[in-house]
């Protein structure tokens, strides 16, 4: 099978398409035949070595890339693998996240190896370059809005993958929004859902505070604002930080937290219901074949891509 890889850790242009023997699922696992995979800014971390650098994974001689995948089940692990394997079943269509940095094959392939936890039923009635957009930066999102407890979030970053469905996440559940971007992104912002908008230009916190005095209750700081987005907070509220390295100070009472997404069915089985009840958006902004993503890689390096780069196999 064809499978992206990074070597030389050198950034997108060095990125190797190699073939490899199809794996076989151990227990507890499930083989999918992918039929679209999205590039996201962490495949664009992992070929350029920065995580890496930042301490977040060890050396290797090979990475795999690519974290979200939509597919159908190609093939089960062994039958004493437990009820979790068992419920997948050959010929289903599914999305997984492959959420382990140490895997040396991930989802820009023919086919991938995930744990049965990892994968969740496909949403109905879409295909699979839009249901392979909504996993990692969904499970992100609904990870960090469930952490803030209280009324009023304020989003940075919210015309992005992660903002985007902090947005559409915290007005499902009952939140007053406000969110910042670049001025030409307001009517897309607005549209999913955003109470308030700010532009990102603008001093945060004196502009946050004009919608809420006191200050938000959280922020998913999408962007990684960082202590001008804190700013714009209450004394003790929660600050869901998203990046590695280090974090903004704790001042004011304020929680910090530096959230890392964990996968699990129970929260991507629930994004797929919300992509059904159309609760939450899958934005495509390009498609390119398996062996085009060297080209893929370098649009998502260049920046300002709204919507995800779909490898469709």
Not at 63 to 79: C, I, K, N, S
Not at 84 to 99: L, N, P, S, T
Not at 204 to 232: F, K, M, Y
Not at 274 to 291: D, G, K, M, P
């Given at each position: 099978?064809?499978a992206?890889?990074a070597?030389?850790?050198?950034g997108?242009?060095?990125?190797?398409?190699?073939?490899?023997?199809?794996?076989?699922?151990?227990?507890?696992?499930?083989?999918?035949?992918?039929?679209?995979?999205?590039?996201n800014?962490?495949?664009?971390?992992?070929?350029?070595?920065?995580?890496?650098?930042?301490?977040?994974?060890?050396?290797?001689q090979?990475?795999?890339?690519?974290?979200?995948?939509a597919?159908?089940?190609?093939?089960?692990?062994?039958?004493?693998?437990g009820?979790a394997?068992m419920?997948?079943?050959?010929?289903d269509?599914?999305?997984?996240v492959?959420?382990?940095?140490?895997q040396?094959?991930?989802?820009h392939?023919?086919?991938?190896?995930?744990?049965?936890?990892?994968?969740?039923?496909?949403?109905?009635?879409?295909?699979p370059k839009?249901?392979?957009?909504?996993?990692?930066?969904?499970?992100?999102?609904?990870?960090?809005?469930?952490k803030?407890?209280?009324?009023?979030?304020?989003?940075?970053?919210?015309?992005?993958g992660?903002?985007?469905?902090?947005?559409e996440?915290a007005?499902?559940?009952?939140k007053?929004?406000?969110?910042?971007?670049?001025?030409?992104d307001?009517?897309?912002?607005?549209?999913?859902?955003?109470d308030?908008?700010?532009?990102?230009n603008?001093?945060?916190?004196?502009?946050?505070?004009q919608?809420?005095?006191a200050?938000v209750?959280?922020?998913?700081d999408?962007?990684?604002?960082?202590?001008?987005?804190?700013?714009?907070?209450?004394?003790?509220?929660?600050?869901?930080?998203l990046?590695?390295g280090?974090?903004?100070p704790?001042?004011?009472?304020?929680?910090?937290?530096?959230l890392?997404?964990?996968?699990?069915?129970?929260?991507?089985?629930?994004?797929?219901r919300?992509?059904?009840?159309?609760?939450?958006?899958?934005?495509?902004?390009?498609?390119?074949?398996?062996?085009?993503?060297?080209?893929?890689?370098?649009?998502?390096?260049?920046?300002g891509?709204?919507?995800?780069l779909?490898?469709?196999i």
């Amino acid at each position: 099978m064809r499978a992206w890889v990074a070597r030389r850790l050198d950034g997108p242009g060095a990125i190797e398409l190699i073939e490899t023997g199809v794996p076989e699922p151990a227990a507890g696992q499930v083989r999918i035949k992918v039929g679209a995979a999205a590039v996201n800014p962490v495949d664009l971390a992992v070929s350029s070595g920065m995580l890496v650098k930042l301490g977040l994974t060890a050396p290797r001689q090979q990475f795999g890339l690519g974290w979200d995948v939509a597919g159908t089940v190609d093939a089960v692990g062994p039958a004493n693998a437990g009820a979790a394997v068992m419920q997948a079943k050959v010929g289903d269509a599914v999305v997984g996240v492959a959420d382990l940095l140490a895997q040396t094959l991930k989802t820009h392939s023919d086919y991938v190896i995930l744990n049965a936890d990892a994968i969740a039923r496909a949403p109905k009635g879409i295909e699979p370059k839009q249901a392979a957009t909504f996993g990692l930066n969904g499970l992100t999102a609904l990870q960090a809005v469930k952490k803030i407890h209280g009324e009023t979030v304020f989003v940075t970053g919210a015309a992005g993958g992660v903002g985007g469905y902090a947005v559409e996440l915290a007005k499902h559940l009952g939140k007053t929004v406000i969110a910042s971007a670049a001025a030409a992104d307001e009517a897309l912002v607005r549209h999913l859902g955003a109470d308030h908008f700010v532009d990102r230009n603008e001093d945060l916190s004196a502009a946050v505070r004009q919608i809420a005095p006191a200050g938000v209750d959280g922020v998913v700081d999408a962007a990684v604002v960082g202590i001008g987005a804190q700013e714009a907070m209450r004394t003790g509220g929660y600050h869901v930080h998203l990046q590695g390295g280090p974090k903004p100070p704790q001042l004011r009472g304020i929680t910090v937290e530096q959230l890392f997404i964990h996968v699990n069915h129970a929260e991507l089985d629930e994004l797929a219901r919300l992509v059904e009840q159309n609760v939450i958006s899958t934005r495509v902004a390009e498609t390119y074949h398996l062996n085009e993503a060297p080209q893929a890689y370098k649009r998502l390096a260049e920046g300002g891509v709204r919507g995800r780069l779909v490898l469709v196999i």
